[in-house]
Nanobody, 123 residues
Framework: VQLVESGGGLVQPGGSLRLSCAASGYIGSSYCMAWFRQAPGKEREGVATISRFERIQYADSVKGRFTISKDNAKNTLYLQMNSLKPEDTAMYYC???????????????????WGQGTQVTVS
C-alpha cells in the first residue's frame, strides 16, 4: 500500500499548480481520499475530501479556488489549485481512509494511509 504525491513547487501569488497522488497496492478510489496540508508551526489541516461516489467537501479557505478529483482508471487523486495565495504555502499530503467510502472525515486521525508529501510554496 503506497501513496505517492507529486506536482508541488514554487509559484507566484495568483498562479496555479496541480498535485497528483498515485495509489498502489489497492484501489484508492474505493475509499475516502483526502488532501491535507501542514504549514511550518501549524497543525495539519484538511483541504478537501472525496468519497467513492465523488461526494466532495472543501475547507472554507480553499472553496472556489481548489478542485479535488480522481481518475479511477489511473488510481490517481488530484488537487487543482488556482488563485494561489502565500498562505497556501505548506507541505501537502494525500491520505486514504480505508475504513469508509462515504461520509468522509476532515480529521487526520481517521486516515491511516499517507503519502510522503509534496511542498507547495507561493511567493
Amino acid at each position: 500500500v503506497q501513496l505517492v504525491e507529486s506536482g508541488g513547487g514554487l509559484v507566484q501569488p495568483g498562479g496555479s499548480l496541480r498535485l497528483s497522488c498515485a495509489a498502489s497496492g489497492y484501489i484508492g478510489s474505493s475509499y475516502c481520499m483526502a488532501w491535507f496540508r501542514q504549514a511550518p508551526g501549524k497543525e495539519r489541516e484538511g483541504v478537501a475530501t472525496i468519497s467513492r461516489f465523488e461526494r466532495i467537501q472543501y475547507a472554507d479557505s480553499v472553496k472556489g479556488r481548489f478542485t479535488i478529483s480522481k481518475d479511477n482508471a489511473k488510481n490517481t487523486l488530484y488537487l487543482q489549485m488556482n488563485s494561489l495565495k502565500p498562505e497556501d504555502t505548506a507541505m501537502y499530503y494525500c491520505a486514504a481512509d480505508r475504513r469508509r467510502y462515504r461520509d468522509c472525515s476532515f480529521s487526520e486521525y481517521e486516515y491511516g494511509d499517507w503519502g510522503q508529501g509534496t511542498q507547495v510554496t507561493v511567493s
